[in-house]
Structure formats: C-alpha cells, structure tokens
C-alpha cells in the first residue's frame, strides 16, 4: 500500500487546514487507517483513527477539533482541523494498519505509512 499526503501548511491560531492521504495498492475500507503527527523532539503519537467500521477515534487534545472522514469512492482519507492552536505544529503521517489491530493508537501496529506533510500554526 502506497499513501500520499497532502494539505499540511502554515496558518495562525484559530484557523483551519485538511488534510488528505490517498491509497493505492490498498482500500481503506478494509483496513485501520490513522494519523500521526510529530512535533521537534516529541515522539510521534497519534491524533486520529477510523477502523474499516468506520468507527472513529481521537486523541483527547483534539477532540471537537478535528474530524476524520473516508472517502470510499475515491480511496481517500481526510482530516479536517478546526481552531488549530501552536501546540498542532506537527508534521502529520497517514498510516495504515492492514492487519486490524486491536491497539489502534500503537504506531508499531501501522505497517505502511505516508510521508509527511508539515503543519505550522502561530500565534
């Protein structure tokens, strides 16, 4: 599976970016499919998940903030951030986890990921 990134630029607090990760070689549908972020000198963890159910998931620091949607029809996911705030500057990977992981927030379980797209917020 081959995911591509996109959306990721440099915006003041409050404001909002999407972010986008096609597939190819792979259905999102039929796996878990989730984003990361990174921040200098922090490990990466995780921001958002939705299981092949659909069933999403959020970490807490961005819950009412932003929103993952799928888009079947295309092979795309998307991660809508709202009211981005300094402490979102990250840069964010899509993953995937095609073995269905019960610990969907472990980044060790995602055996294919995007490359990156860098996320700024200043205040």
């Known amino acids: 599976v081959q995911l591509q990134a996109s959306g990721g630029g440099s915006v003041q607090a409050g404001g909002s970016l999407r972010l986008s990760c096609a597939a190819s070689?792979?259905?999102?549908?039929?796996?878990?499919a989730s984003w990361f972020r990174q921040a200098p000198g922090k490990e990466r963890e995780i921001v958002a998940g939705?299981?092949?159910?659909?069933?999403?998931f959020y970490e807490d620091a961005v819950k009412g903030r932003f929103t993952m949607t799928r888009e079947n029809a295309k092979n795309m996911v998307h991660l809508q951030m709202n009211n981005l705030k300094p402490e979102d500057t990250a840069v964010y990977y899509c993953?995937?986890?095609?073995?269905?992981?019960?610990?969907?927030?472990?980044?060790?379980?995602?055996?294919?990921w995007g490359q990156g797209t860098l996320v700024t917020v200043s205040s």
């Open positions: 993953a995937v986890d095609t073995h269905r992981s019960v610990a969907v927030r472990v980044a060790t379980n995602y055996d294919f």
């Open positions: 939705m299981r092949w159910s659909g069933s999403t």
């Open positions: 070689g792979g259905t999102f549908s039929r796996y878990t």
